[in-house]
């Protein structure tokens, strides 16, 4: 799969949605680093207040790293190869591999109908019924618990796993922070 180049508009678009997250991680270092008030944090030294924007900036390159290993786990544990994420990301498979060591698991694959998944620092338990149809059940990083006990039933398993993901980062150890 690649992914092709986003047309100008698109990049504008992007743009402004980077500038708009950004703006109050960067106010709020501005207002740490020079002492003022919000409304008055623009007074600050010139270089002051672009060196606290290039901190934002810091700041949001981190988490968009932390975010990206996170995709690359994710797509790891459906199954895309390194050589696939190369693609994506324009890169080799090697450097895809160096970039997220972590991203594919090396155990041995899970037998037909039953699988785990692991994210956010919870795992989950895939399981296909003789009827065909999948279920889950979970346990978040934060120790909470779930089992689909309503009936619900998923065709496929990446329909469940997208259902058992959302509960696992609903109960990640860093949702709390994020919040």
């Known amino acids: 799969m690649m992914i092709s180049e986003i047309t100008p508009e698109e990049q504008a678009e992007l ?6 997250a950004l703006n109050p991680l960067a106010s709020a270092i501005r207002c740490q680093q020079t002492g003022l008030p919000a409304d008055r944090m623009w007074e600050a030294d010139p270089i002051e207040v672009a060196l606290s924007i290039l901190a934002a900036w810091k700041v949001m390159d981190a988490e ?16 895309a190869s390194y050589e696939q ?8 498979r090697q450097g895809a591999r160096k970039k997220w060591p ?3 698991s090396r155990s041995a694959p899970a037998t037909a109908g039953r699988s785990t998944l692991a994210l956010f620092g919870g795992t989950a338990e895939l399981v296909q019924a003789s009827s065909g149809d999948w279920s ?6 934060d120790g909470a618990s779930a089992t689909v006990t309503d009936g619900t039933r998923y065709a496929t398993a990446e329909e469940a796993a997208a259902h058992a993901g959302v509960f696992l980062k609903e109960h990640a150890l860093d949702a709390v922070d994020r919040s």
């Open 15 to 20: 743009d402004k949605a980077l500038y708009d």
């Open 64 to 79: 968009v790293r932390r975010l990206t290993a996170h995709a690359a786990a994710t797509a790891g544990s459906y199954g």
């Open 85 to 92: 994420m190369g693609a994506v990301w324009g890169i080799t």
């Open 102 to 104: 972590d991203a594919i």
């Open 136 to 141: 889950w059940t979970g346990v978040g990083a």
